[in-house]
């Protein structure tokens, strides 16, 4: 059961969203080593947070969905009943209480602000806001979802610790914003084409389960179209941070050599209907552009 627990909770997705955050505070000259920024302790902190947060938001989605995933999801655990719904449901309650606690531990150790203490309550508010209202509404669910894997950049962006090249606030600011923005940019895009590939891939059984889900309601060509576009949009813009002078060329060089072809494939895949594959690939994208930051900044 510990097994089928632990693929409930997505740990490819909770490595994402830690890398991620790693990766912001980088960007911002505020990782434990380097001068100005912040603790291991409440890196450590952070990471679990967002660790928890995404495994009870995820257990809590497959119990809520349960029917639909009978027909779009059947080698999940709660539909092969290697999970019950009683251990599933104490499970996700419980690490609600861990993600509100690492976010209340992080704000007592700093003893500076409630910052990261408000972050994780909102989070947590819009996880749930997301698996019980949003995820119904077509094209905002998939909107909502680019969103909320852009947040540890978002933490990133209002956490005081970081550039600190000039005493102006509004400078450091616009620097921060300046550093961050491309990567949640990015992140929120690509997200959003995910998830409209991931419909597509569902959308039998959405159809079947009475859910009303982008490609049902615009069309299935519709809805890939735009998924493809959003891929070509973020691989249009990749030059846009090197010209605005926040990120080096060599992230242009790296993240061009990595994700052109990515792209390219992503476009065959969707137009050949294997939209399993489509998604997976876009993934694969955003672990590419991270290694890219990571590389070249």
Known sequence: MLLALFKMIRPVNIVIAVVTLSIGYYLLSA?????????????????LGFAFAIGFANIQNDMWDLESDRLNRPERPLVQGK?????????????????????????????????????????????????????????????????????????????????????????????????????????????????????????????????MTFPLIAGSSTARRLAGFICLFCWAILPLPVVQGFYPTLFLIVAGAALTPITAIILVQAHRKNYRAAQKLVKVAMFAGLVALLVSC
């Open 83 to 211: 999970v019950t719904i009683k251990v599933a449901k104490c499970t996700w309650v419980v690490l609600l209480i861990l993600t509100l606690a690492c976010g209340i531990a992080d704000s007592l150790y700093t003893k500076t602000n409630w910052t990261a203490c408000i972050f994780f309550v909102l989070l947590s508010g819009l996880l749930i806001a997301y698996n019980r209202f949003l995820k119904h509404i077509p094209l905002l669910k998939n909107m909502s979802v680019g969103l909320l894997c852009a947040t540890p950049l978002v933490l990133c962006l209002f956490y005081p610790a970081g550039v600190s090249e000039t005493e102006d606030f509004s400078m450091e600011a616009i620097d921060k914003i300046g550093f961050l923005y491309p990567a949640m940019l990015f992140a929120f895009l690509l997200t959003t084409a995910r998830e409209i590939y991931k419909d597509l891939e569902d959308e039998t059984g959405d159809l079947k389960a009475g859910i």
């Open 31 to 47: 990782m434990p080593v380097q001068e100005g920024g912040i603790s291991w302790i409440s890196l450590i902190l952070q990471s």
